[in-house]
């Protein structure tokens, strides 16, 4: 399977600044990546769907102005969670997707955000 | 809507324990349903799959049959390890979408 990196691995930040996470898929070239959000003792959650050159497609519910995705290559996607606030403090997933086979997901290890 | 029930955990065993992990779920449509593992400090891998009725999907050990009759997809192994130790996560996707539902994840802690 792929190899997906997420940088950084945790971080923590204070209410009001934003933040940059990024996804890395550093074998082969991912025309899609999607951004999860986990709370504690929940599923996770589909934030929004991105590819490569165009905008992310937000799932209901999801601020797309608050949490921006840039997907400008094809191995790299970033969520930056912009003024945050103590609830947006959760774990952050991506993966990414060659997009031949749907189910077809490798995730990275997660991004543990937290906002004092 | 769609939805995935996990038991929960954390399900502590000792090794070469039989595991059982429940799962059931609701779709809209004919799901294809998932099992992945998420060992620590890595992202979640697909663990197996099963896309229709009767199904079984088998990898590492680990075996699930799609249950259609009662929307179930539990997962068994028959002999844990200490590196089984892991959270798992039970998945569904409905259709041609490419959307995964997932549960709340099932930690397993195995012990010697």
């Known amino acids: 399977g792929a190899v997906v990196s997420q940088h950084p691995s945790w971080v923590i930040c204070k209410s009001g600044t934003s933040v940059k996470i990024e996804c890395r898929s550093l074998?082969?070239?991912?025309?899609?990546m999607f951004w999860y959000r986990q709370f504690p003792k929940q599923s996770l959650m589909l934030m929004a769907t991105s590819n490569e050159g165009s905008k992310a497609t937000y799932e209901q519910g999801v601020e797309k102005d608050k949490f921006l995705i840039n997907h400008a290559s094809l191995t790299l996607s970033t969520l930056t969670v912009t003024s945050a606030h103590p609830e947006d403090s959760s774990f952050y997933i991506c993966?990414?997707?060659?997009?031949?086979?749907?189910?077809?997901?490798?995730f990275g290890p997660g991004t543990r955000l937290t906002v004092t | 809507g769609n939805s995935v029930t996990q038991m929960e955990g954390p399900v502590t065993l000792s090794e070469e324990a039989f595991l059982t992990i429940n799962c059931t779920y609701t779709?809209?449509?004919?799901?294809?349903l998932f099992w992945y593992v998420q060992y620590p400090g890595e992202g979640l891998q697909l663990l197996l799959k099963a896309t229709k009725a009767d199904d079984k999907g088998s990898n590492k050990g680990f075996e699930a049959t799609y249950r259609k009759e009662t929307t179930s997809f539990h997962l068994e192994k028959g002999s844990v390890q200490v590196s089984d130790s892991a959270v798992y996560f039970c998945a569904l996707i409905t259709g041609g979408g490419n959307k995964l539902t997932f549960g709340t994840g099932t930690q397993l802690k195995v012990e010697l």
């Open positions: 779709a809209t449509g004919y799901p294809s």
């Open positions: 993966s990414v997707s060659p997009g031949q086979l749907t189910y077809e997901q490798y």
């Open positions: 074998d082969f070239q991912a025309t899609t």
